[in-house]
């Protein structure tokens, strides 16, 4: 019987596919292949009646029955599908549900706030960057939401998601996506992430416990100065610091949208809501007093993973 697992993660911004097996670590999981096709199926997220069009339905379907395709070819014994915020807060989650049991066979689960928090903890502890880190912040930006989850001693002490996503902060706050970010419009979003995080009343104290970050956002903002750097993303260090990405943040909010496209390693389908999610950043990490994150690869498909897997 194979020991591999197939986990697809349906996002606000992308789908994504792990396929995985246990390490030779104790404890440890080793990744096969990954893909992510860039979706987006949380246009319109924002509404006060958020739901899925059929165009998004469609969409995240097909895609999910590609990567379907890309995972037989490993043999998984068990292959699971999932979906975080976009579906969770539409009226028609239903439909989606529906689209994609028609179309693969497969069925599909909407994780709720706390089970998202539960799998991205157990993803992290399998992570060996940051291994023996037993009390530490864990946030993840996606398109429709920020999750922030507190660890004392590798147990989940408070975990929240707040609606400040990069597609819905800027559906919210950008009038014009073509163009450069506007100071007024940045504003206004910083004052309302802020906001938002004060209102959460989220501990982020001790100051010397670590942020570790993941998702879309951190990723791409870490590929993308890696490639300034002429490095590739696995051999840049994963400690981003707040003036670097604050100097992102301004690099890309100044150009217009035609410019960001040209920017090596900025996905054509992010590179309109990357400024919106490096403000956001910025203004988490002054809120909680930081000056630096950290970035793993190992978020919530890898705790999906770790458990089909039965990783202790």
Not at 265 to 275: G, S, T
Not at 291 to 312: K, M, Q, V
Request: with cysteine.
């Amino acid at each position: 019987m194979s020991n591999k697992v197939a986990v697809i993660d349906v996002g606000s911004n992308s789908i994504k596919l792990l396929v995985a097996c246990a390490g030779e670590r104790p404890g440890s999981l080793q990744a096969l292949f990954g893909e992510t096709l860039e979706t987006r199926i949380s246009t319109g997220i924002s509404r006060e009646l958020p739901s899925l069009s059929q165009a998004a339905i469609t969409a995240g379907t097909a895609a999910i029955v590609e990567l379907l395709a890309m995972a037989r070819n490993y043999h998984p014994a068990q292959t699971a599908i999932v979906a975080t915020s976009a579906v969770r807060d539409a009226l028609n989650g239903s439909d989606f549900i529906q689209s994609v049991e028609a179309a693969t066979g497969h069925s599909l689960r909407i994780l709720s706030g706390t089970e998202e928090a539960t799998y991205i903890g157990r993803g992290l502890s399998c992570d060996p960057a940051i291994a023996g880190v037993a009390n530490f912040i864990q946030t993840d930006i996606g398109g429709g939401s920020l999750e922030l989850i507190r660890f004392e001693q590798n147990h989940i002490q408070q975990a929240i998601s707040l609606q400040l996503g990069a597609v819905r902060l800027s559906e919210q706050f950008i009038q014009d996506p073509a163009a450069p970010l506007s100071a007024t419009a940045e504003a206004a979003l910083r004052q309302h992430v802020t906001a938002q995080l004060a209102a959460s009343a989220f501990d982020f104290g001790p100051a010397e416990w670590p942020l570790v970050a993941t998702g879309g956002a951190y990723t791409v903002s870490r590929a993308v100065l890696a490639a300034q750097a002429g490095l590739p993303i696995d051999a840049s260090s994963p400690h981003l610091a707040r003036h670097t990405l604050d100097a992102l943040r301004q690099q890309l909010g100044a150009l217009p949208l035609h410019q960001r496209l040209s920017i090596p390693h900025l996905p054509a389908a992010r590179a309109d809501i990357l400024p919106t999610a490096l403000v956001t950043i910025d203004a988490l990490l002054e809120y909680a007093g930081r000056s630096e994150l950290t970035h793993s690869f190992y978020n919530l498909r890898y705790g999906i993973a770790a458990d089909l897997l039965e990783i202790p």
